[in-house]
């Protein structure tokens, strides 16, 4: 699948059971991993040691999961408890009655500690798996998990990002858009229920500057 190298194939199936047994999770998160999961394999394993790429600075090995659904639709919650749990980074494959789509979350290492921080994840739409927009592409690790998070953002409408600027920086100023998108509909449904004249003017002012830094991005 994907195209990847056969030395990358590792093809080794993951009981769900070990991402919410014996783990402080939530009942609603438990019962995701149970009703919405069927089966977890563990498809790929791309590093220096199975393809000839350079390790990268920050990205030291990439896995491919494929999660066969039960349904076509899976709580953003229940990749974040994977990626929570296994250490490196993850391109993630879900597949429901034969078509698939590709998630990924922009990854960082946590200041301080092993553990890894999801900021963002960009998913493709559901397709045939000859038809994903995926292509390992890059000299390194960094470079070819960096092209995996454009490729899969790529495939969904949104804002163009910037070829000026890195993915951390598109991340975040996609992080910004949303946060400003929020503001903005929060103060419009504030205004509608506003009695007073000065407060609604004052709240329309606000308005009106969120919507001129959303511009701007």
Known sequence: MLGLPKTTEFNKRIPKQKFYENLPVTPVLKRAFVEQIRTIWWRNKIAAATVNLAPGEAVTEIEVLELRLN?????ESVLLQIDREIPYYILFLLEYEGKYQ???GYKEAASGSSAFKVSQYYHTDWIESDQLPLRM???SLDAVYENFVRQ??????????????SVAENVERDLRRQQ??????????????EKQLNRQVEINVNIKKLKRELEML
Request: hydrophobic share 35%.
């Open 137 to 139: 592409e890059g000299h």
């Open 152 to 165: 899969c953002r790529g495939s969904v409408e949104c804002e163009e990002w910037s070829v000026e600027l």
């Open 71 to 75: 349904q076509p639709s899976l709580d």
């Open 102 to 104: 590709a998630w990924i």
């Open 180 to 193: 400003l998108q929020k503001q903005i509909t929060a103060l419009e449904n504030k205004i509608r229920k």
